[in-house]
């Protein structure tokens, strides 16, 4: 979706209310300014439509890490039970595949939640080494920021920033990385 | 969120039009006049495959082998009656149990079209008078537990096990609890429905708070009954066998029905330009509750299949020999249906997002869950009520349109009585923004 990392010089705008950044993104998006990303304590219903973000792929990625569990556990229990060691256990046959259903569906659980927490981590850029790039560090506590990366955009430094503080931006900094 | 689109009118009366009712009442004839065909040929032995000594194929059900009550025709006409009966009161129930549990949760969403699972119990007191009905009168036929001889030591027939059932299955307490679960369920509804109404006239929030009580009182009523009443209804025709997950396997199989009877009924309405307050985002909520308890009930009957499986005991294991292999195997196919319809079926139609919010789909989905759900109750009523007298012919389909009628018939009528809309829902402005 959006590039996490951004170098450069942003402008970013300080909004207290979550209602007041949701009509904000309307208003500068109107006023034909791109919107690098818009950043919030918590989910914000509606921000990604107005922001306009494609739908998730999300789904795809945890289909396919899904089935990268199926495929591991179904092997494993063939390899393990018919061909390593066949092992007959209440009168079934070495491969009889009901009895896998448990661990086919255990591991599909496990390598999609396993793989979706991956997919978290590296779409955000977060990570035990990475340094995450803070517009501000008040967005953790009550703010929400909307990050203008000013590359990107055609319009004047000064125009953005009075778009920005019509829009309701409680103040506007600069921010460069 | 800052609504851009216009909230459509509150009011609305469901019409119940003479042409509806015209069709329903000629779906009733043409019920009866099935199961009279059906009747007759059952009576004058078309259609029977052979003699009473049919291979009992390698599941020869317990009890079913004691010459003291051989079949009989009619025994088909009831165990279809019973089978309808019971799939009905399920279909009926779940609307109560639904508008509960959306109170308990304090749910905004489904406010919106709660008129419709809340037309769905009027269906009980006419369920709950075939079920006592068909218990009086073929009783002896369908449920083996209710011969005397199996608890008497001196008799011939004294069966150890069964006696040891003698508790809990005898008939003075089985009627006190058939009637005990229609008396409440029905009470308790008439209770919420009564509160419904009167909101509609007065507003506030005080019908709010009362339904909240009584729908959570309806939920411990509902969470022991729904057990009880799966063994009663079904688990004891197999009088021998038992599972601890058959009160959750038929409660879940009621659940995912009455869904589905919800949603085909919201689209219906919604198609015929009812329900405009009902958009996109509560389709989709429909729909993915459809998805998921399609899948909760496929893992509650995986769980059961499989411990049976896997410990081999031959006690068990002869529940599903008799579907699988029994009577000839003419239960083999109703039984893979049931999987098919019930859990492949929806989970491929609905996975994905668009198609949770197309009519089609979800009406696709909605009628593989009622007629799989179907199959279910009869894989699990048949074998151990006709055996290998079971069949599909037209006394199946006959009594499935009669039931089927009379309940479109009660849900219309219902409907009929109120605004579609609870309009004083204190959750209704919650539901009219819904957006996921």
Redesign the interface.
């Known amino acids: 979706m959006s590039d996490v990392n951004g170098s450069g010089k942003f402008l970013v705008g300080i909004y207290d209310d979550d209602d007041v950044v ?2 904000a993104v309307r208003d500068v998006k109107k006023a034909g300014v791109r919107i690098h990303e818009v950043y919030s304590p918590f989910p914000i ?2 921000l990604d439509v107005a922001l306009g973000h494609p739908r998730s792929r999300l ?1 795809i990625a945890a289909f396919l890490f899904g089935l990268s569990g199926t495929l591991t556990a179904l092997t494993l229990t063939a390899y393990t039970e018919s061909f390593d060691w066949p092992m007959i256990v ?3 046959d070495s491969y009889s595949p ?2 896998y ?2 661990v086919i569906f255990e591991l599909t659980v496990l390598f999609c939640a396993l793989g979706m927490v991956g997919t978290f981590l590296v779409s955000n850029g977060l990570g035990p080494t990475v340094k995450p790039l803070m517009y501000d560090l008040r967005t953790t506590d009550n703010k929400f920021a909307m990050a203008i990366d000013l590359s990107k955009n055609n319009l004047v430094e000064g125009d953005i920033e009075q778009i920005l503080k019509n829009s309701g931006a409680a103040e506007v900094n600069v921010k460069q990385f | ?2 609504s851009a689109h216009a909230i459509p009118s509150l009011d609305e009366q469901f019409e119940f039009t003479a042409e509806s009712k015209r069709r329903l009442l000629i779906g009733i004839g043409a019920g009866v006049a099935l199961v009279a065909i059906g009747a007759y040929l059952l009576a004058s032995g078309v259609g029977e495959h052979g003699t009473h000594e049919v291979v009992h194929g390698t599941g020869a059900s317990e009890g079913h082998d004691g010459g003291h009550h051989a079949y009989k025709w009619t025994n088909r006409l009831w165990a279809n009656v019973w089978l309808n009966a019971i799939y009905f009161t399920g279909a009926s129930v779940i609307g109560m149990f639904f508008i509960s549990y959306n109170y308990l949760a304090q749910a905004g969403w489904s406010s919106a079209f709660k008129r419709i699972p809340e037309a769905l119990p009027a269906y009980l007191p006419f369920m709950g008078v075939v079920v006592l009905a068909v218990f009086f009168i073929a009783g002896h036929d369908l449920f083996h537990w209710t011969h005397e001889g199996l608890y008497d030591k001196a008799s011939p027939d004294y069966d150890p096990i069964i006696a040891g059932k003698q508790g809990f299955l005898n008939t003075p307490f089985y009627l006190i609890r058939v009637v005990l679960y229609f008396v409440l369920w029905y009470v308790l509804w008439r209770m919420l429905r009564n509160f419904s109404l009167q909101e509609d006239l007065h507003g506030g929030t005080e019908y709010y708070e009362k339904s909240i009580k009584f729908g959570t009182a309806f939920l411990v009523v509902f969470a022991v009954t729904s057990s009880t009443s799966a063994w009663d209804f079904v688990m004891s025709i197999d009088t021998h066998w038992f599972s601890t997950m058959f009160g959750w396997y038929t409660l879940a199989s009621w659940h995912v029905t009455g869904l589905a009877i919800i949603t085909l009924t919201v689209v219906t309405l919604k198609e015929r330009g009812y329900l405009q307050i009902v958009n996109d985002s509560h389709l989709h909520d429909l729909g993915k509750f459809m998805f998921a308890f399609s899948i909760f009930w496929t893992y509650v009957w ?1 769980a059961q ?2 411990l049976i ?4 005991l031959p006690e068990e294991t002869i529940y599903y020999r008799e579907r699988f292999s029994g009577y000839g195997g003419i239960y083999k196919a109703p039984f893979f249906i049931n999987i098919l319809l019930n859990f492949v079926f929806p989970f491929l139609v609905l996975m994905t ?1 668009d198609a949770k919010r197309t009519y089609i789909f979800l009406k696709l989905a909605a009628w593989g869950i009622i007629v799989g759900h179907y199959f279910d109750f009869y894989v699990n009523i048949m074998p151990g009520t006709v055996g290998e007298h079971a069949g599909f012919g037209p006394i199946e389909f006959g009594m499935i349109l009669i039931f089927a009628c009379g309940f479109m018939w009660s849900i219309s009528t219902q409907l009929t009585k109120a605004n579609l809309i609870a309009k004083n829902h204190p959750m209704l402005e919650e539901t009219l923004h819904h ?1 996921i």
Do not use: I
């Open positions: 949701l009509k219903h509606g789904g209440g009168g079934k009901v009895v259903v448990p | 969120m800052a995986f299949f499989m499986y896997y410990a081999n997002r957006d």
